[in-house]
Each structure stands twice: as structure tokens, then as C-alpha cells.
């Protein structure tokens, strides 16, 4: 009964490669997001999808792509990974009212080498 | 634009002291303001939030959070801390405009001695 489930959880891969995240919510929330955390553990919005359109599309290298089929769901996909994309990706979801609150996944682990 | 700054990258208590883990936001408008926390190797967890209403807000595990206008603070806090509260600590503040984007601060490191 995992509200915000994320696959894979471990990734490592070469550079170069390309790789999808894959992000589905039993909440019935509207709005799915993309966070990063670096290895210095700073937290940065990515992307966000509200019923299936985009809202946020921050300062993200045009290599990721946000795919959002349905509003449960919200994957990311990198091309031609590089050493800089090694990180923890987190989805998340919430209504998109102002003050409600975001509940985060488990993390996917992304090493590129 | 908004933000929040968390002061201290690691904070050190004994068990069953009480403990504080300091947060300062700048905002134009009324703040929304939200902790959340980190076990080792897991997601972020929801612990407790400020939208409107009583200065002390209640949350999940024992903890609890101050929002102080005046000195723009949301300091969260536990009158008695345990050795499983050992953890990173995320102040945030939803951001201004039509999404519900959240602004992190930087986290701090809970480290609790036995």
C-alpha cells in the first residue's frame, strides 16, 4: 500500500547509456514532481505535472525528459547519461492547492560510471 | 523569492535531552512552511507543517514546530530525544505562484548519543 512508489531503487550504469525512472501514486493526487538530491544532499525541483501537463520545467539539461501518461503516474527518462547525473531522483506527489503537503518516494539511486 | 536557511549543518544531543533544529525562512506573503526528514538510504518523510493558525504546530514522532513571525523562524523541536531520531532534517517553504513547489533548505544532520 506504498502511497508514492519509485523503480528502480539502485540503478548504476555507464555513461553515455540511456535510463528511465519510473514513479506511480495510489493517492489520488493531481500533481506528480521530479526532485534531485546531489551528493551534498541539497534537494532541487526538476519537473512537475499537473493532470497530465506540465507546470514546472526547471533549469534541467534538455537529456531528461518527464513523461506523464496519467496523472497516477510520472517517469523520467535520461539520455546519454553522464558522471554529473549520479544523484538520488525522487518522485513526489500532492494536490496542487497551496499548503498541501508533498509526500515523497523512497529514492531511486542513480550511479553513472 | 522565497527561501529558508537551516544554520547548522550538524546538531549533537544526548538521548532523552530536549532538542532544536533551527530554521529561518524569507517570504513575501504568508509563509508555508513544512518539515520533513530523511533516514539514511530512504525517501523524505512528511513531520509536520504551518499554514495558518496556532504559532505550535504538532507532527509525526513526537516532534513539534514554533513558527515565530517576528523573528522568522520555524525551529523544530522534541522535549526528549531518542537515539532513532538520528537523521537529516529538512526545512521548506512552498514557493510563490500558482504551483506547489517546494524550496528546500540545505538539511541538518540530527546526531543523537546515547
Known amino acids: 500500500d506504498t502511497a508514492v512508489s519509485q523503480t528502480p531503487k539502485y540503478l548504476v550504469t555507464q555513461m553515455g547509456n540511456d535510463k528511465s525512472i519510473k514513479c506511480e501514486q495510489n493517492l489520488g493526487h493531481d500533481t506528480m514532481y521530479w526532485y534531485k538530491q546531489d551528493s551534498k544532499k541539497f534537494l532541487k525541483i526538476m519537473f512537475s505535472y499537473n493532470n497530465k501537463e506540465l507546470i514546472i520545467n526547471e533549469t534541467v539539461p534538455n537529456r531528461f525528459s518527464p513523461k506523464s501518461p496519467d496523472k497516477a503516474h510520472l517517469n523520467l527518462h535520461i539520455n546519454s547519461l553522464e558522471l554529473g547525473d549520479s544523484a538520488v531522483y525522487f518522485c513526489?506527489?500532492?494536490?496542487?492547492?497551496?499548503?498541501?503537503?508533498?509526500?515523497f518516494g523512497e529514492g531511486s539511486w542513480l550511479t553513472v560510471v | 523569492a522565497q527561501s529558508v536557511a537551516q544554520p547548522e549543518d550538524q546538531v549533537n544531543v544526548a538521548e532523552g535531552n530536549p532538542l532544536t533544529v533551527k530554521c529561518t525562512y524569507s517570504v513575501s506573503g504568508n509563509p508555508y512552511l513544512f518539515w520533513y526528514v530523511q533516514y539514511p538510504n530512504r525517501g523524505l518523510q512528511f513531520l509536520l507543517k504551518y499554514i495558518t493558525g496556532d504559532n505550535l504546530v504538532k507532527g509525526s514522532y513526537g516532534f513539534e514546530a514554533e513558527f515565530n513571525k517576528s523573528q522568522t523562524s520555524f525551529h523544530l523541536k522534541k522535549p526528549s530525544a531518542l537515539v532513532s531520531d538520528s537523521a537529516l532534517y529538512f526545512c521548506a517553504v512552498r514557493d510563490s505562484g500558482a504551483t506547489n513547489k517546494l524550496i528546500f533548505g540545505t538539511g541538518t544532520l540530527l546526531a543523537v548519543q546515547p
Open positions: 513526489a506527489s500532492s494536490q496542487i492547492s497551496s499548503g498541501n503537503t508533498i509526500y
